[in-house]
């Protein structure tokens, strides 16, 4: 009569031990998937969040392009109009403001190669802006064109690079846009 209690007892705590252990290990399953779930998320929120520097960034540059191609375009003229004197270049100052406000946002979260374009993009417009749209006479526009262009051709390739971090590589052709003007 004493083994047959014991059948009943090692039955109950076999069973009670098969159950903690299926919970442990549903609990578990639960948690990893959190877990991914909260990584995915996490991935998502940083690439929007790259995504919206980009575009604030993408947004100067071509607020800063806008108006380095109208001084480009006749760099007297705004002088005789008086639009803008020799000295008056507030809205050329702003406009390196805010781009060098939205690069900071872009170094903080892209990679490095993106990050060096971007730094060689305003670079290169503060050049072009100080050494070739002076207005003393000086301008050569042949070699301010050959400039220009070097500008666009450096916001292509930082475009090309801000498409590959996003993984959206391949969805626009950049050599078809116009790099001259």
Known sequence: MGTSVWVPLVA???????????????????????????????????????????ARLVAALYAWDDELRRA???????????????????????????????RALVDL???????????????????????HLESDGSVDPAKTAIEWTRVREGTVLLFEAMRTDLGLQGMVDDSKRETSG
């Open 72 to 102: 480009r375009a006749d760099p007297k003229s705004g002088v005789s109009l008086n639009e803008r004197s020799e000295l008056d270049t507030a809205e050329l100052r702003q406009l390196h403001t805010t781009a060098r406000e939205a």
């Open 12 to 54: 109950a705590a076999m069973g009670l031990l098969a159950g903690l252990a299926t919970s442990i290990f549903t609990q578990r399953r639960a948690d990893s998937r959190e877990d991914v779930r909260w990584g995915r998320e996490g991935s998502q929120r940083r690439l929007h969040d790259r995504q919206q520097a980009y």
């Open 109 to 131: 979260m892209a990679p490095e190669y993106v990050r060096s374009l971007t730094k060689s993009a305003q670079t290169e417009r503060e050049r072009f802006g100080t050494v």
